[in-house]
């Protein structure tokens, strides 16, 4: 017997008791519900490759668990870096795009943005991103309308601001900023005619009903946030959240599933947590409706995929004559040009 057709919705009024249900479907019929929404709304091939830069680095007031750029936890190994000269910044877009990102983010380990010429450094820092025909992103915390308005001034194409987790489960995760902080900054960001970048993590401890919270949430903006990141926790040493185990790929795949069909719009992003899926697990997260990847051996400060793995993971994504052909290249540059695997 044939299937029924799937039905696309884009609805604002999700409850967590449907997105749970959802997210709980037999694996192979949330995958095949999943693929059908993202080519339903997207090129299936098209992946976006996005690249991320830590424009400054550690010395965070806040206390998020996660995260070891956090002032509170001195045991974590991390040299702290004072905000980067916008040349050094530009110079890794140029190299970025040369590599094939079409996007660059740029994040700064801040509360919230700063007043005077460290926020102007970061403006002339877009300018120049967009001059180079890329996509601009930010991340600097919290952020206020007058801000929000100078970044849309300045050409910023997406701010990244992300709500980690449910409501519910947020105070277990950060007791510095609020849930409502959160909500305030991203309602700053769609008032300046931003796009709104903003997912969050799963494998901290939270339940599914959990995540299930936080996607609730993010499909209640009208529209849907523009890119949505789901995070596999990377458990740094130093952190809270140093001995939680890893998060299951397939775990993964389901709310990469799952946010594809509650926000089908949407650019859902494979992002933190990468670095520990094979190149397989990886492919199913497309399939199952992820759109873009970051580029690139570093996250802000945890590990990413390096240049060769992408490459690969490409390769197998091509059609099988291309593969072929630049399976070939890659032998051709370890060989002959001490390139890629040398």
Not at 305 to 314: G, I
Request: net charge negative; hydrophobic share 40%; glycine share 8%.
């Amino acid at each position: 017997m044939n299937a029924p057709p799937f039905v696309f919705e884009l609805r604002h009024d999700w409850t967590v008791e449907e997105i749970v249900a959802i997210h709980d479907a037999p694996l192979l019929d949330l995958i095949a519900r999943a693929s059908a929404t993202h080519r339903g709304f997207f090129d299936g091939h098209d992946v976006q490759k996005a690249a991320l830069l830590s424009i400054k680095t550690g010395g965070c007031p806040e206390d998020c668990s996660y995260c070891p750029q956090s002032a509170h936890h001195r045991e974590v190994k991390l040299d702290r870096v004072e905000l980067m000269g916008v040349e050094a910044v530009l110079g890794a877009a140029r190299v970025a795009r040369e590599a094939g990102a079409d996007r660059f983010c740029m994040g700064a380990a801040w509360r919230a943005a700063p007043e005077g010429p460290r926020f102007e450094a970061v403006l002339d820092m877009v300018k120049g991103v967009r001059a180079l025909g890329m996509e601009a992103c930010v991340t600097l915390g919290m952020l206020t309308p007058p801000q929000a308005k100078r970044l849309a001034e300045a050409g910023l194409t997406a701010y990244n601001h992300n709500l980690d987790t449910g409501p519910e489960f947020y105070d277990e995760i950060i007791s510095t900023r609020s849930y409502r902080d959160r909500l305030e900054t991203l309602k700053a960001v769609r008032g300046a005619g931003i796009e709104m970048c903003c997912g969050g993590i799963i494998g901290m401890g939270e339940s599914v009903r959990d995540r299930a919270g936080m996607l609730q949430v993010l499909a209640g903006f009208d529209p849907h946030p523009e890119s949505v990141p789901i995070n596999a926790l990377v458990a740094v040493p130093g952190t809270p959240l140093a001995e939680r185990p890893p998060v299951d790929p397939l775990d993964l795949v389901r709310m990469i599933a799952t946010t594809r069909i509650i926000m089908p719009k949407s650019r859902v992003r494979l992002s933190a947590g990468r670095s520990s899926l094979s190149r397989e697990a990886q492919i199913l997260c497309l399939v199952a409706g992820a759109n873009s990847i970051f580029y690139g051996e570093k996250l802000l400060t945890t590990a990413n995929p390096d240049a060769a793995e992408d490459d690969a993971l490409f390769t197998a994504l091509a059609p099988r004559a291309e593969a072929a052909r630049s399976g070939a290249e890659v032998c051709l540059d370890r060989d002959h040009l001490g390139r890629r695997g040398a």
